[in-house]
């Protein structure tokens, strides 16, 4: 089964620029999660999505948006770039299954630089 | 305000030795523990995970334990193997309506020597 993918790999943009990043999850995984790794701040949650509706946000500005399609694949979006966003930013998908916690298994990263 | 904290930044251990990383946590809503192995350029792997309701879960080589009172969660890797040497990260979950929000700890780098 393949696992998680997250395309572009690597991405160089510029302040003020805006930058779409794209996970598609493990087959048959509905929910997606998003989270922005950083040497000061860590791994942190950013949002997640299920049946194509954000169900959780975390404590980020509104630059940063997100939605998911159908096939359950998502998109993230960040505007008005700032250096301060450069990290890795990582999905992670999981079944969401009723009744039981289901645990979440991530993509390689979009490594993301802004100028 | 970080509600789950890895003390320790690093941990040397000789292979075949025990590793024991050790993982803490504040917030007594969190009911789902996790484990992450995280190598340079790649995602977190996941490893092992417990339930609030279980105080030890094994997997192989992998165990974990967690104290409820003491809000205290550990991993236990025997024997170690020079591949084990990465990033662990320990992870909590309130479940219910924040089922798919992870809040991590900071990572302990495990390093096991030949």
């Known amino acids: 089964k393949a696992g998680v993918t997250q395309t572009p790999r690597y991405l160089i943009k510029t302040r003020g620029q805006q930058v779409t990043l794209s996970c598609s999850p493990i087959?048959?995984?509905?929910?997606v999660s998003w989270y922005q790794q950083t040497p000061g701040q860590g791994l942190q949650f950013l949002f997640e999505?299920?049946?194509?509706?954000?169900?959780n946000k975390g404590n980020f500005p509104g630059r940063f948006s997100g939605r998911q399609f159908s096939n359950s694949r998502s998109e993230m979006n960040v505007s008005t770039l700032e250096l301060g966003d450069s990290a890795l930013y990582l999905c992670?998908?999981?079944?969401?299954?009723?009744?039981?916690?289901?645990?979440?298994?991530f993509g390689p990263g979009t490594r993301l630089t802004v100028l | 305000d970080q509600q789950v904290k890895q003390n320790s930044p690093s941990l040397s251990v000789q292979e075949g030795r025990i590793s024991i990383l050790n993982c803490d946590y504040t917030?007594?809503?969190?009911?789902?523990f996790l484990w992450y192995k995280k190598y340079p350029a790649e995602g977190p792997t996941f490893l092992i995970s417990?339930?609030?309701?279980?105080d030890k879960n094994e997997d192989g080589r992998f165990t974990v334990f967690l104290n409820k009172s003491a809000k205290h969660l550990s991993l236990h890797i025997v024997p170690s193997q020079p591949g084990d040497s990465a990033v662990y990260f320990c992870?909590?979950?309130?479940?219910?309506?924040?089922?798919?929000?992870?809040?991590f700890g900071q990572g302990t780098i495990l390093t096991v020597h030949p």
């Open positions: 999505y299920f049946s194509e509706t954000q169900r």
């Open positions: 087959s048959g995984h509905r929910s």
């Open positions: 992670a998908s999981s079944l969401r299954l009723a009744g039981r916690y289901n645990e979440q298994f």
């Open positions: 992870a909590a979950t309130t479940g219910g309506t924040s089922y798919g929000k992870l809040t």
């Open positions: 917030n007594s809503m969190f009911d789902y």
């Open positions: 417990i339930s609030s309701i279980k």
